[in-house]
């Protein structure tokens, strides 16, 4: 083994300690039984919840600025409840009915069935995948003719737009909403000794609110290979890179490592 990477198992041997504060950059879920309210009861932690990031609406005349006419369009891919909101928020403010033959392809069911805010969805041409935006390429694949409209964030992941870019797809990407860092002052004298990230834009949150932000022995949790680079690039050290094959949430990848820190002490 190289004199480095001796170095580096060192370091991450050095930081498996007992674990007992967490923070969730995510709003607190509303299921008193979800997996993180489980963690706690079962390994006595204390799991706080604070969404580091916030969805800002784009106002209609910005929207405008961007020249996409969504009557142009013959179908719509929604990868989160955010652009659900988003469109149909722009679509009323700007006095703009959308057809009923509209076609509208979804990530995952959750989010379909989120649509029923908005469309009687038993009448409506809806397509879903099964988790991920990669998922729903083989669906896309069926309907090359359809002329896609993507809303989505001013940030955004870059794997559904490259995957139409590069099979040749009509579409138009527009930006409805914007993500930006929540006001974290709040939490500048509180330690926890594990903070789980699920965004780069949550890694750069921390940062912009925290410019001075000294890791120390706070373990951090990376949900995504996107997010892992994210922690990474910032300099930080990264102790928990989920999903693994064996915990494909969040949840369950940290209860592997409380097993390793606090059970084994």
Same mark, same amino acid.
């Given at each position: 083994m190289s004199q480095v990477k001796t170095k580096e198992k060192e370091v991450k041997d050095s930081r498996l300690t007992k674990v007992s504060t967490i923070l969730i950059t995510q709003p607190k879920p509303t299921d008193e039984k979800?997996?993180?309210?489980?963690?706690?009861?079962?390994?006595?932690?204390?799991?706080?919840?604070?969404?580091?990031?916030?969805?800002e609406a784009l106002d209609v005349k910005e929207f405008k600025k961007q020249k996409i006419d969504i009557l142009a369009h013959t179908a719509v891919i929604f990868t989160s409840r955010n652009a659900v909101d988003g469109f149909f928020r722009i679509c009323n403010e700007a006095k703009i009915e959308v057809p009923a033959d509209m076609k509208y392809f979804c990530v995952t069911n959750q989010t379909a069935n989120y649509l029923q805010k908005y469309i009687v969805i038993r009448k409506r041409k809806i397509f879903v995948g099964e988790r991920t935006a990669k998922d729903l390429e083989e669906i896309l694949k069926k309907h090359k003719d359809e002329k896609f409209l993507f809303p989505?964030?001013?940030?955004? =992941?870059?794997?559904?737009?490259?995957?139409?870019?590069?099979?040749?797809?009509?579409?138009?990407?527009?930006?409805?909403?914007?993500?930006?860092?929540?006001? !974290?002052?709040?939490?500048?004298?509180?330690?926890?000794?594990?903070?789980?990230f699920f965004s780069p834009s949550?890694?750069?949150?921390? !940062?912009t609110n925290f410019p001075d932000f000294?890791?120390? =022995?706070?373990?951090?949790?990376?949900?995504?290979?996107?997010?892992?680079?994210?922690?990474l690039e910032a300099g930080l050290i990264l102790d928990i890179e989920a999903p693994l094959p064996n915990a494909p949430s969040m949840a369950g990848a940290i209860e592997l490592y409380i097993k390793k820190v606090n059970l084994t002490k």
């Open positions: 979800s997996p993180y309210s489980v963690l706690a009861e079962k390994y006595k932690l204390k799991i706080d919840f604070r969404p580091f990031i916030q969805v989505c964030s001013n940030i955004r =992941k870059d794997e559904l737009p490259m995957f139409l870019k590069e099979n040749g797809f009509q579409f138009s990407e527009a930006v409805i909403y914007k993500t930006v860092a929540s006001d !974290l002052s709040d939490l500048a004298n509180m330690k926890y000794d594990m903070i789980a949550g890694v750069q949150s921390l !940062l000294k890791q120390n =022995k706070t373990r951090i949790a990376a949900f995504g290979p996107t997010t892992a680079k994210a922690v």
